[in-house]
């Protein structure tokens, strides 16, 4: 039995799921990726632009206020009441990639599932929310606090959407974002990604000659490949000197082209919140390099970083920190570039509440400063935290319970989602616990059931935030 009084509103939200499904589609076959501005009111390309409208046109015929912000972003807005309840989505989406079994752009289903870029991140939640927001409507649901469901065009790319919208229009008072998983996330670590640079002497007297190093190709990546170019001359047998360090290592190739020798060492990618997925390919690169116990030059820097930075935890770096709320810090070291006198290099660190951005500069500094290294970029972002007792987290965990009667934790994670945006809100859902991760995967799909759900869950956290629970004819007797 429900006392909430949602069930109604639930029954409804039912009722649309052949409608959900068609417009779900429709929305996919959008191919909503940046591309060059294609006019003014189209600053991320005509595609972006085009599902925005779409959205708006849709919310208007349903009887929504619509708005569009120049394309950056745009908003449909429902009931009076002077606090509003922000929902955050996004239209854009990232480009295919290869791979896919299905086409990306068409939304194809295929018995309980709809595929294609989008479907889960974040198209699938916007049909959910959107159609939780008619039922309310439909079901004559007076509201206490207008709601107001805010698309941004560029989440993929720089949020710049969110600082064009937001300089227009006024925060809300609380939200949330159906962008990540349920139950929900009430704590996002801080992070600081930091640039690294130094200057070395290229040809130190005598020893090996260290031509290049290079490795990584994204900051928020754990590298997959790194490679290092010596030259294997002048009798400096450095050729069975590398043997002897890696010959048994199925990671390490080496190859002797005319008098140099390539050393390529294989690791495995994954994001750089979660490092313990993968095999950071510079750092055993490094360690390699670091083992030839040459002097001078370049081969201090690395002899440095090897003592300094052997792994993500941020133990050597004295930046190694957990508490029991957000988890342990992470530091990847993301792309390397060594070469003609100059190093530069790029970490991504994700922090728990327990530590600062300046702690770990200053860490970093004391470590890494004395060898030449001075930080030349910097560019952070502190926690987003909201505790488990702050009543907007357990108004939203209560609808996720009371749909699923799943009463696991809130989680905490090392991405960023654009609850910061948003200030008091939390990403709520839509990924199920125990589903594949698909958002940025080929093949992306929403199962018909999971959708459903979420519009369920998503159209309580609406009642029992901004509704009060009160129908209309209730309130007018
Ligand atoms: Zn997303």
Redesign the pocket.
């Known amino acids: 039995m429900d006392l909430t009084g949602f069930a109604p509103v639930g029954a409804r939200i039912n009722q649309y799921q052949d409608e959900m499904i068609l417009w779900l589609r429709e929305l996919i076959a959008i191919p909503s990726v940046k591309s060059s501005p294609a006019g003014p009111d189209a600053p991320f390309g005509p595609e972006i632009a085009r599902a925005l409208e779409y959205v708006l046109a849709w919310g208007e015929r349903e009887g929504f206020r619509a708005q569009n912000f120049s394309g950056y972003a745009g908003h449909l807005e429902y009931g009076e009441g002077e606090e509003d309840l922000g929902v955050l989505l ?1 239209l854009d989406v990232v480009p295919a990639g290869g791979g896919w079994q299905y086409p990306p752009f068409q939304g194809v289903q295929v018995g309980d599932r709809i595929y294609g870029r989008g479907a889960v ?2 198209k699938g939640p916007a049909v959910a929310v959107l159609y939780a927001l008619k039922a309310l409507k439909d079901e004559g649901i007076r509201l206490a606090r207008k709601i107001r469901v805010i698309f941004g065009c560029d ?2 790319s720089g949020w710049r959407c969110m600082d064009h919208y937001f300089q227009k229009a006024p925060k809300p008072v609380l939200g949330f974002v159906p ?1 990540a998983d349920f139950p929900l996330i009430h704590c996002e670590k801080g992070f600081v990604a930091l640039t690294l640079q130094a200057g070395y002497n290229p040809s130190p007297a005598g020893g090996l000659e260290l031509l290049r190093v290079t490795g990584g190709t994204r900051r928020n990546v754990v590298p997959e490949s790194a490679e290092a170019l010596l030259t294997a001359d002048s009798g400096t047998g450095v050729r069975d000197r590398l043997q002897a360090v890696c010959a048994e290592d199925p990671r390490v190739t080496l190859e002797k082209t005319g008098g140099r020798i390539r050393l390529q060492v294989k690791g495995e990618a994954a994001h750089a919140s979660l490092p313990h997925l993968g095999e950071n390919a510079i750092t055993h690169l490094l360690a390699i390099l670091a083992a030839l116990g040459e002097k001078g030059g370049p081969w201090e820097l690395i002899t440095l970083l090897t003592k300094n930075i052997p792994d993500f935890t941020g133990k050597d770096l004295g930046i190694a920190c957990r508490d029991r709320i957000s988890g342990a810090l992470t530091c990847n070291l993301g792309t390397f570039a060594m070469g003609d006198g100059e190093v530069q290099l790029e970490l991504d660190i994700r922090y728990p509440l327990c530590i600062d951005e300046k702690t770990i500069t200053q860490r970093i500094n004391e470590k890494l400063g004395g060898g030449g290294f001075e930080i030349t970029g910097r560019h952070g972002l502190p926690p987003h935290y909201l505790p488990a007792e702050s009543p907007l987290v357990k108004t939203l965990l209560a609808a996720y319970q009371e749909e699923t009667g799943d009463f696991s934790p809130p989680l905490a994670i090392g991405g960023r989602t654009y609850a910061t945006a948003l200030g008091n809100g939390v990403a709520f859902g839509p990924n199920l616990p125990g589903r594949p991760q698909l ?1 940025h995967q080929k093949d992306e799909y929403i199962q018909v059931a999971d959708l459903m759900l979420a519009a369920r869950i998503y159209g309580r956290a609406l009642f029992h935030l901004a509704a009060g629970g009160f129908r209309k004819e209730d309130g007018e007797k």
Do not use: F, I, K, V
């Open positions: 996004h991140d974040d989440e993929e962008d958002a």
